[in-house]
């Protein structure tokens, strides 16, 4: 007797996904350059066969991803966007929510990454890149006496050695973490004022370096930097467990 034959079950996508996915590609490799309409929901209709719901389910779906931006009405339409650092951020802070992720791996994660912006930041840096980090590096200082503004200026100087270091991918990564970086500095009471004074004094010492464009002492002076704030905060008694 011949063996039964037995199928898979066979997994159809949604026609909204599917329209999603080809509209998604046309901007992507920018056939749809930012801020050009796209066709009416009529016309998408017309166009593809699909039901007016299914594409304005599509048109949901891209607008979520901030691919697209819709506007209703008459006059109103969708329009395509460029991914943009917002949209790494909004799906960073989602997984860390979601997943829970610890104060420490967050310095842990600093710590693998930033050394490494410092060492590209000295090699690749242009004058104005420079310019830029120094006048950040002074607001910093001036907002020493102001722990909520130096906290953000903080979160500011890094991010700008993340875009010295002239690698796109590395510096959106930074600037999407950057509220989680504020988040995990912001402990009840931990920024005194020797931990500040002591930020400032490693600050200058990585913006010399970067300066010079000795990318191995930034590497050195970001490394050891980010390993102090390491254990200054597994000894401060109220840093939370998790990122809150």
Request: with cysteine; hydrophobic share 45%.
């Amino acid at each position: 007797m011949a063996d039964e034959l037995r199928l898979e079950p066979i997994h159809v996508p949604k026609s909204s996904d599917v329209l999603a996915q080809r509209l998604r590609k046309e901007i992507l490799r920018g056939a749809l350059a930012p801020g050009a309409p796209l066709p009416p929901e009529r016309e998408l209709v017309t166009q593809t066969g699909l039901s007016r719901g299914s594409v304005r389910e599509a048109l949901r779906i891209l607008e979520a991803e901030g691919l697209v931006s819709t506007r209703p009405g008459r006059q109103g339409g969708s329009t395509a966007r460029q991914p943009g650092d917002e949209s790494l951020a909004r799906y960073i802070d989602m997984f860390v929510e979601g997943r829970g992720i610890s104060l420490q791996s967050l310095l842990q994660t600093r710590e693998a990454v930033e050394p490494s912006l410092a060492f590209l930041a000295a090699q690749n840096r242009t004058e104005e890149d420079l310019a830029e980090l120094r006048r950040i590096t002074e607001s910093v200082e001036e907002a020493l006496d102001d722990v909520p503004r130096y906290l953000a200026e903080n979160v500011k100087w890094h991010c700008a050695i993340a875009s010295a270091s002239r690698n796109e991918l590395l510096r959106a990564f930074m600037v999407a973490i950057s509220s989680l970086i504020y988040r995990g500095s912001a402990i009840d009471d931990f920024a005194s004022d020797e931990v500040r004074r002591v930020v400032l004094k490693a600050h200058r010492r990585i913006f010399d370096a970067i300066a010079a464009k000795d990318a191995d002492a930034a590497h050195r002076r970001m490394a050891r930097h980010l390993a102090a704030l390491t254990e200054a905060v597994k000894a401060f008694p109220q840093a939370p467990a998790v990122l809150e």
